[in-house]
């Protein structure tokens, strides 16, 4: 495996709608639904629970927010989906904002969470089609892995990626207990390497 730490992350610059993206170098980005846990594995990769708001009300990040790591790349927390309550207009704007930057050529590699103790829900697989749309490489995640008894997760994890109808593999993630973490860098290592041959 990839030998690959975070050193540093800071946050960059949080762009809506119409906005100017940061440009260049590669782009990770965290899709899901609203409280999956994007913002928590930014922090618990970056070992900063500060770094990425974590929204006790779900679907209130309406922007998509960039952060710096190791001066080097970004990662890139996007919107989540799948808030019923959220009014109609929101909805579109959100698919506006999400489409926008999909299309935009700037995204390196997508980082899909799905919660590891639910099926994926119609929204989930609607937005893995988006993925496989527009072609953009993506690795599964299944967070929230220490509310299932340890010997369960690998097979949930799987078993989730299978019904979104992607290869039969994600990994476990615990934000709480660190869990995964070093086969998630590990993927962000060959990510980079991938792209910056040489380097
Ligand atoms: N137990 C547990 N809770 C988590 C984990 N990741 C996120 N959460 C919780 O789930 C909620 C939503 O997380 P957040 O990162 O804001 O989700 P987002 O809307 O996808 O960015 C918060 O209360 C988090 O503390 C995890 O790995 N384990
Ligand atoms: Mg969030």
Redesign the pocket.
Known sequence: MEEFTIKKAVFETSVGLGGTYPEGGVQIA?V??????????I??LCNNFKL?R???S??K?RLINFFRVNDAFHLV?LP?YGFAKAPKVEQEKWGRLMEAYLSSGLLTHIFM?IDIRHAPTAEDKQMFEWILYYGVPFTLIA?????LARSKRQQAANAAAKLLGAPPYAIP?????AEGRAEVCARIGAILADAMPGM
């Open positions: 965290m899901g639904k609203s409280n999956v846990g994007k913002s928590s594995l922090n618990s990425a974590i929204s006790s779900p679907g990040t927390d989540g969470l967070t929230k892995a220490d509310k993630y615990s934000a709480e207990t």
